[in-house]
């Protein structure tokens, strides 16, 4: 019982969650700490805070890409330091800077996540040094400070990667393991009885969503770091075959969907369904060892108790068909058990192979896989063109920008009409929770009221009760570690501690009172009001909005990704690169529409378009990807190419032509149905049902029966979306 929050907290502490926390809290503590001791504790401040702006876009990735985005945003935050320092006495010229920063640096979005943290942290900047007026001199020698506290954080963290390059791959790795254990669990649950099937699947679409965002973050590091791409060393090419076997993987996981209600109405009684789940459970429970073996360093190993589990599963099965005289139970039913059991035995079969990957002596002699890792990743160059293109109210970044500049400034004005000491927190507060979409910036205004709230009273209480300085400055040390530790992975959380660690900061400044809570909590409300309230009436994006296009998109990748497993069955494919790449993009696209779907429960109920008809487009498009992945696997596994597969065409071009059918009608609002039929295949009388030609012949006509069922709901949202213009 107590075995699973030990291990969470273990995890968590060897996590790269834990141990950025550790390099901001040492990067943004230590100027102080030292400066303080000559009584220069001002200008430890001014470092520290160039320490702090380096470390938000110091997030995980290729150190090449960390360092060059640290170097960019040393200059950046220097030079607008100097020009807010030099102008912020005038306050409609400190107005207009404000503005014009706050679309500029939102337009940064255009170019990804990590141009975007460029751009979050030149508004830090901006942000915290309006109020500072100061002469010229003080100025400029404050922006060296600041220049040079940058420039300490990014040598901080070159050398921390320097000593240990390939642990920040292994901890993402082992996060992205984790995640499919996490979603195998989920599908555990629909072999439990009386389970609630639209919640489960709702869970393991939001689980879908996670292992695609922690494989991406792998490929990330794993397919952009020199050293493991070249596979020059064992272990770079140990973690990079533990991915290519992880991602295959969770293909076998993704291939079994059955129709689980039936399942249980067949074998529920026997209680073989229980034992699946507890089979399932404890597989998930051997790829939690696997991802906790990469961050210790330890080599996991196969209980054959669950060995035995499995021999067992199999010998029920061999019981239910051989008392199954009265026809209890059909022969679809059972084959189904079957299948799904020996789904299970592949999966273990992989998890042994990647097991025996961690031996020591085995880790040396690790043959390279050519892999062409170009085609995996994505890269989005500063492409000046990109800018101009996206200066028009079409375009979801730049109206996100306006906003936030017109809301920065909206924000200013408030902060001087009120007459509190640290106003620059209303804009702090409105420039962390202005998110491009509507239902993102609802989650962190939320989340930063909580945080906000709960963490001001654990700062009072701190102060109130404690006054050893000794005591008050490990509970800084705690909550600083807390704060920056937590702020990728739960940010309510992050402000939770980062509230009692700003009081707590404050008071050791001799700034501190409990008046200075009531204050944070103050600015915070009036903050989070006037980003919400902007969020959703000015220029606001709509998920909505989106919707075709991810939805066509989600299609088009599952037609590549059927086109390649068809060519496997139809000629002899050696290189499965265009395969995986095709595979690659359906994760992508069906993650993208699933968080898509997730996101616009968060929006007002006038914008929840559609939701119904995209909960089924959703549900079909799973089934699809699982019926597509299932076919490959079984590829894989025989090696088997179909002899005539002539005989199949028919069936493989309408399936396509089908689903291309359907894209085009998402983009026509239309009422005019057309009828496009099934085609039927021509069954042989005499064939083996179990031969591999019939598995096979009756696994692409029911990806063309799910193909059909895809095309009749896009006309159903067709005609519903004519009907809402």
Not at 24 to 40: K, N, R, W
Not at 200 to 217: F, G, I, M, P
Not at 272 to 294: G, M, N, P, Q, T
């Amino acid at each position: 019982m107590f075995d699973r929050p030990i291990r969470s907290i273990h995890d968590f502490l060897l996590s790269t969650y834990f141990a950025d926390g550790l390099r901001i809290t040492f990067g943004v503590l230590c100027p102080s700490l030292i400066l303080a001791q000559f009584g220069m504790l001002q200008y430890g401040m001014t470092l520290s805070l160039g320490a702090l702006c380096a470390s938000v876009v110091d997030s995980p990735g290729p150190i090449v890409h960390r360092r060059n985005a640290m170097l960019i945003t040393t200059v950046l935050i220097t030079l607008i330091f100097i020009i807010v320092g030099l102008t912020n006495s005038n306050i409609y010229f400190t107005g207009i800077v404000i503005a014009c920063f706050s679309f500029v640096f939102s337009m940064f979005f255009l170019y990804g996540l990590r141009a975007a943290a460029i751009g979050t942290a030149s508004l830090l900047i901006m942000v915290l040094s309006i109020d500072d007026i100061r002469p010229w001199t003080e100025v400029l020698f404050s922006a060296l400070l600041i220049f040079a506290g940058s420039i300490w954080y990014t040598l901080l963290s070159y050398f921390f990667y320097r000593l240990r390059p390939y642990r920040i791959v292994q901890q993402t790795l082992s996060d992205s393991i984790h995640s499919v254990s996490e979603f195998l669990r989920a599908k555990a649950k629909f072999y439990r009885q009386n389970t609630n099937y639209d919640d489960n699947y709702a869970d393991l679409l939001q689980l879908q969503v996670t292992v695609h965002e922690k494989q991406d973050a792998v490929r990330e590091v794993l397919f952009k770091t020199r050293e493991i791409v070249r596979e020059t060393t064992p272990e770079g090419r140990f973690l990079l075959l533990v991915f290519v076997d992880m991602v295959d993987l969770f293909e076998q996981v993704m291939s079994t969907y059955y129709n689980y209600k039936q399942l249980h109405e067949q074998f529920d009684a026997s209680g073989i369904l229980i034992h699946y789940e507890s089979v399932i459970i404890r597989i998930a429970d051997e790829l939690d060892d696997i991802a906790f073996s990469l961050k210790t360093g330890s080599t996991p190993s196969l209980p054959t108790s669950l060995i035995e589990d499995i021999d067992k599963l199999k010998n029920e099965i061999t019981a239910l068909e051989v008392n199954n005289t009265e026809n209890k139970y059909n022969t679809l039913g059972i084959i189904a058990l079957k299948n799904i059991e020996v789904n299970i035995e592949n999966i273990l079969s992989r998890i042994k192979t990647i097991n025996g990957y961690f031996n020591k002596s085995e880790k040396k002699n690790l043959k390279p896989r050519k892999i062409e890792v170009e085609r995996f990743v994505t890269r989005q160059n500063i492409d000046f063109k990109l800018l101009i293109e996206n200066i028009t109210f079409n375009s979801s970044t730049f109206r996100h920008s306006l906003r936030v500049a017109i809301v920065m400034l909206i924000g200013f004005i408030v902060a001087k009409s009120l007459d509190f000491s640290h106003s620059y927190w209303i804009l702090l507060t409105i420039l962390v929770i202005s998110k491009p979409g509507f239902s993102l910036a609802k989650k962190r205004n939320i989340e930063r009221l909580v945080g906000t709230v709960i963490g001001a009273f654990v700062g009072m209480g701190i102060l109130v009760y404690i006054q050893d300085k000794n005591t008050l400055f490990v509970i800084l040390l705690i909550c600083m570690i807390g704060c920056y530790s937590f702020q990728r992975k739960n940010y309510v959380v992050s402000v939770l501690f980062m509230t009692p660690y700003i009081l707590v900061l404050f008071d050791f400044l001799g700034l501190g009172s409990i008046s200075l809570a009531r204050e944070r909590i103050y600015d915070t409300l009036i903050g989070s009001g006037i980003a919400l309230m902007a969020s959703y009436s000015l220029f606001p994006n709509w998920e909505y909005e989106k919707l075709k296009e991810a939805m066509v998109d989600t299609l088009i990748a599952n037609i590549k990704y059927f086109e390649q497993v068809k060519l496997c069955y139809s000629e002899q494919v050696t290189d499965l690169t265009n395969y995986k790449v095709a595979r690659k993009e359906v994760y992508v696209t069906t993650a993208n529409l699933a968080s898509l779907f997730q996101r616009m429960f968060s929006e007002p109920k006038s914008k929840q378009i559609m939701m119904k008809e995209l909960h089924q487009f959703t549900a079909l498009n799973h089934l699809l990807s699982s019926y597509i992945a299932t076919l490959s696997l079984y590829y894989k596994e025989h090696s088997f190419i179909f002899p005539n597969f002539e005989e199949l065409n028919p069936i493989t071009q309408n399936t396509v032509y089908l689903l291309n059918l359907a894209s085009e009608n998402l983009f026509k609002n239309t009422d005019t149905v057309s009828n496009v039929p099934l085609i039927r295949r021509n069954i042989n009388p005499n064939a083996d049902e179990q031969s591999d030609e019939v598995i096979i012949a009756e696994q692409f006509d029911t990806i063309q029966k799910v193909a059909y069922d895809i095309y009749k709901l896009s006309e159903v949202i067709s005609k519903t979306t004519k009907r809402n213009i």
